[in-house]
């Protein structure tokens, strides 16, 4: 075994900690996988030996205890269900902490071998040396995470009736009946006499189980408008657009929280995953699909509204027009394909909005075209 002198160690160690700090590479780095009952951790210093492993309970008083009064490191975790107040319990504490987009990490450092030891080593080395790898994402704030469950739990009742109420128009198929079409807020008043005797004691919960959540969700509705108007009255701008009412407004201010983030209001579209996939190699640029990213949830209330815009029912507007002359442009999925597109412009054109606070107007293109043509003429 070679030793080294202490005055190389102490030469190396000073070198380290000058291109450490060059390259910012912090003196100590923690990955903590974080787990319902406990969080793995693996702790490095600037030169990436592991100085400790081991495991906390996921509870606020254990983390608290654990980094409450250590000196300021840089501590990495992964996004999901935890992860919203364990970053606000850390940062409180004084620390720097990076929140990982489990889509990118999960390229990253995937194996056959997975295991939460191995993924808190992971998320220390790659915070480590370039936190950028990890796509950091920035969690919203306390009330507005409050606020938005309200949006969220409204949203699972819905799911659920939306089941229900296909599991009954099943179950009257399979016996040889039909329900009548109806709208699924007024579904048990109307399908109630339409059931088949074979299956009405079978399906008379599963109705007054939708009967009850169809009140439930009223109640919901009600409360997210009372919300939007005491609360967020930006919403009230967002509103004007045709086909975005309070819930839809409510989400969107809730999940992008603060309009400043984004340098300009095209990057909305891909933030919340409008965007299509990019796989140019070459000559090759396929068209694809989009990539889905970002909140479930609002990219569906904007699709919502943009087959609202496009339906029947939908006033005449620049988004209108410029997404049915789209739909009538391509082939069979042109109206799917006009729909993310008019989702996609609605978002930047809801962020432009609320970060200049113009007022809509529903015809501006069309009307700044005509008094160009009429002063050319």
């Known amino acids: 075994m070679i030793k080294t002198s202490s005055k190389l160690t102490d030469r190396r160690s000073a070198m380290?900690?000058?291109?450490?700090?060059?390259?910012?590479?912090?003196?100590?780095?923690?990955?903590?996988?974080?787990?319902?009952?406990?969080?793995?951790?693996?702790?490095?210093?600037e030169s990436g030996?592991?100085?400790?492993e081991g495991r906390v309970p996921t509870t606020p008083d254990a983390l608290r205890a654990r980094f409450g009064k250590t000196d300021r490191v840089r501590i990495v975790i992964e996004a999901g269900t935890h992860s919203p107040w364990i970053s606000r319990l850390l940062a409180d504490c004084g620390h720097e902490v990076i929140v990982a987009n489990a889509r990118r990490v999960r390229l990253i450092y995937e194996s056959d071998s997975k295991n939460d030891r191995g993924d808190a080593v992971a998320l220390a080395r790659l915070g480590r040396l370039d936190p950028a790898l990890l796509s950091p994402i920035q969690h919203r704030g306390e009330a507005a995470q409050r606020d938005l469950a309200l949006i969220r739990a409204r949203d699972a009742l819905v799911r659920t009736r939306t089941l229900l109420v296909n599991h009954v128009r099943g179950a009257v198929k399979s016996v040889g009946g039909r329900l009548p079409s109806c709208s699924t807020h007024s579904f048990?008043?109307?399908?109630?006499?339409?059931?088949?005797?074979?299956?009405q004691e079978a399906l008379a919960p599963v109705l007054a189980t939708i009967e009850s959540i169809s009140r439930e969700i009223h109640v919901f509705d009600k409360r997210v408008e009372e919300l939007a108007k005491a609360e967020y009255p930006e919403t009230a701008l967002l509103r004007a657009?045709?086909?975005?009412?309070?819930?839809?407004?409510?989400c969107y201010v809730l999940t992008i929280e603060?309009?400043?983030?984004?340098?300009?209001?095209?990057?909305?579209?891909a933030y919340l995953g409008l965007r299509p996939r990019l796989d140019k190699s070459g000559m090759s640029a396929p068209a694809l699909r989009i990539t889905k990213a970002g909140d479930v949830m609002l990219r569906h209330l904007l699709a919502g509204s943009a087959q609202y815009i496009l339906g029947p029912f939908g006033p005449d507007t620049d988004l209108r027009r410029w997404g049915l002359k789209l739909a009538a442009t391509g082939g069979k999925n042109a109206k799917k394909r006009a729909v993310v597109a008019v989702a996609r412009k609605l978002a930047v054109l809801l962020h432009r909005l609320w970060s200049t606070g113009e007022v809509?107007?529903?015809?501006?293109?069309?009307?700044?075209?005509?008094?160009?043509?009429?002063t050319a003429v």
């Open 16 to 45: 380290g900690q000058i291109i450490a700090k060059a390259i910012e590479i912090p003196v100590v780095t923690v990955g903590m996988d974080v787990g319902d009952r406990y969080s793995y951790l693996c702790v490095l210093n």
């Open 49 to 52: 030996a592991v100085l400790e």
């Open 188 to 199: 048990v008043r109307q399908v109630r006499e339409a059931i088949p005797e074979a299956v």
């Open 241 to 250: 657009v045709p086909g975005v009412g309070a819930l839809t407004a409510l």
């Open 258 to 269: 603060d309009p400043d983030r984004f340098a300009n209001s095209r990057k909305v579209g």
């Open 360 to 374: 809509y107007e529903p015809l501006h293109r069309a009307m700044r075209i005509q008094a160009a043509e009429m």
